[in-house]
């Protein structure tokens, strides 16, 4: 526990540094690939809101999606890549290949499915090279560049706003 608040703190201290130095980016091209960042310790229906997307006209398969969970049970299975604080290190590195692949994908758009300001998602959305990043009001307005005021809970009210702006954008 003591190590976790640790880690926090670092966190928060980097982020902090890292947020004065946002790059600004367009999308230039249509939405193909998308980022799905999901906050499983308080919303625990990925799936449905993967399916709304997918209604919506993106490919199943250009969907990437990883959670974040507060505790994970190791002998738990989850159905998606599931992550947490331990894979974090004190140097603000994540320490698992996947995250670090995660990060590194150019996706077109990048869905930060959160609505709290926990550093460890606040980290991965501003380390991403998405090319266009949306999420909610609540969290730092310097990470997207697209934020909706909407429940957590509404994935289905949160996807066809997206859609919407992205089409009133020429995005889809």
Avoid: W
């Avoid at 003591?2 to 790059?23: A, E, G, M, P, W």
């Avoid at 894979?87 to 869905?111: A, K, Y």
């Avoid at 501003?126 to 909407?150: E, M, P, Q, Y």
């Amino acid at each position: 526990m003591f190590l976790n608040n640790i880690k926090s703190f670092l966190l928060k201290k980097t982020l902090k540094r890292q947020l004065c130095n946002v790059k600004e980016e367009s999308l230039n091209r249509p939405v193909v690939r998308v980022g799905l960042i999901v906050d499983e310790s308080h919303f625990l229906e990925t799936n449905a809101l993967k399916q709304e997307i997918v209604l919506n006209g993106i490919a199943d398969n250009a969907i990437k999606i990883i959670a974040y969970r507060d505790v994970i049970k190791s002998k738990q299975v989850y159905s998606q890549l599931t992550f947490g604080l331990k894979d974090l290190n004190l140097n603000g590195e994540f320490t698992q290949e996947v995250i670090n692949e995660f990060i590194s994908d150019e996706f077109d758009l990048l869905i930060s499915y959160y609505d709290e300001d926990k550093p460890f998602l606040l980290l991965l959305t501003n380390n991403s090279k998405a090319k266009f990043k949306v999420g909610f009001s609540t969290v730092d307005k310097r990470l997207n560049h697209l934020l909706f005021n909407i429940a957590l809970e509404n994935y289905k009210g949160f996807t066809n706003e997206l859609f919407r702006y992205l089409k009133i954008l020429n995005k889809i």
